[in-house]
């Protein structure tokens, strides 16, 4: 059961998800060490996720650094397009503001420019600067479910709100729930909760969440992946300041010669920032759950359990304009067994698996799992 299905708070920054997916650098400054661990009378894990449901954040101001090392293989860098691969690995860093459901804005700091997401009430604009281009949407009546479309890297958060938001909407029973050592972050003492998985064929040792001692806000999250002793990946406040913004931090004033695009809102749902429903898409299936679901899908769009219809996982020599995609899946090791042949990714976080019968399969498991799951 969730414990913040009913924490608006703790899902402030809505668009955010969709700035971190088109960020194209950053400017690294070195691992989130922590600092000197205070000392702070005890709390238990439950009353922690206490303390997290029922924070109330009037306005909030800061600097978050997100750092990530998957222990990608270099081949990854051949897929077109540097967003997602990007983001994958390196440090990236934000400016971000908080007033209220209704007035957000995130500030992604790349090396050659700047990209902002703002929210205003109904409006919601979007600019970057290397290509002086915005955008402009008007959010419907239920403007508080409206979440942007998904992104190739929808998945990772730009925050330790949206972090801690989607471990905690997980928990379950298989998942062991303890309270860390606590931390500085940010100058802000912080009590740390703990998520570890039960099942060990999960990737993922443990979740880290340093929480505000007196806001009860997540200021840091971190992903520890088996067999490491340093985060996988991790998003941080470095600077934090928690009142509220001038009402000028949300108001979009377009610089000289910007153009200006304007987008019709996507039809609000349900669905939590960053939240993928497997269900929801026929062409996915999820088998298992918890901590080591693997997510089954097909390369051309094919009903899963189709007949094969797929370019196979080994590319042909003849690839023309998917060359580098060829070298890609050609650089990835070769593997098969009672379930077929195909080509295996893997990193320190997830595995992914390419059927030669165009099957793609997925998770935060180890590759043994997804052999599992592509015979049965």
């Not at 985060?231 to 979009?252: G, K």
């Amino acid at each position: 059961m969730s414990v913040l299905r009913s924490r608006p708070v703790l899902r402030w920054l809505v668009p955010a998800t969709a700035a971190v997916a088109v960020i194209g650098g950053g400017a690294a400054i070195g691992t989130l060490a922590a600092e000197a661990e205070p000392s702070l009378p005890p709390r238990t894990a439950a009353q922690l996720l206490v303390d997290l449901q029922t924070s109330r954040l009037e306005g909030l101001s800061g600097t978050v650094v997100q750092r990530a090392d998957l222990g990608l293989p270099p081949l990854v860098g051949l897929v077109p397009g540097n967003e997602l691969t990007t983001l994958l690995s390196g440090t990236h860093t934000l400016r971000v503001w908080y007033s209220g459901p209704d007035q957000q804005r995130v500030a992604l700091m790349d090396t050659l420019g700047e990209q902002d997401i703002i929210r205003n009430g109904r409006d919601l604009w979007t600019w970057q600067s290397r290509s002086n281009t915005a955008t402009h949407r008007t959010l419907g009546g239920d403007a508080g479910a409206w979440k942007p479309a998904p992104e190739p890297a929808a998945s990772l958060p730009a925050t330790p709100q949206q972090a801690a938001d989607l471990a905690l909407d997980a928990i379950d029973p298989s998942t062991e729930v303890s309270v860390g050592r606590s931390a500085t972050v940010a100058g802000r003492d912080a009590y740390e909760l703990v998520l570890q998985p039960r099942d060990q064929d999960s990737l993922v040792h443990q979740l880290r969440i340093a929480i505000d001692a007196k806001q009860h806000v997540p200021l840091r999250f971190e992903v520890l992946a088996k067999g490491s002793d340093r985060p996988a990946f991790e998003v941080a406040f470095t600077q934090v300041d928690y009142r509220r913004p001038d009402a000028d931090q949300f108001r979009f004033n377009p610089p000289p010669g910007v153009t200006v695009d304007e987008e019709k809102a996507e039809r609000p749902t349900g669905n939590k920032p960053g939240h993928v429903e497997p269900a929801g898409d026929p062409q996915v299936r999820a088998v298992g759950d918890g901590w080591t679901t693997v997510l089954i899908g097909r390369l051309d769009g094919a009903d899963v359990g189709g007949k094969p219809a797929a370019k196979p996982a080994t590319p042909p020599a003849d690839a023309g304009s998917d060359m580098d995609m060829s070298k890609l899946l050609g650089g990835l090791e070769a593997v098969s067994g009672d379930w077929g042949s195909g080509r295996l990714l893997t990193s320190k976080l997830f595995s992914v698996l390419l059927t030669d019968d165009g099957r793609v399969l997925a998770g935060a498991v180890t590759p043994e799992r997804l052999y599992e799951a592509a015979g049965g």
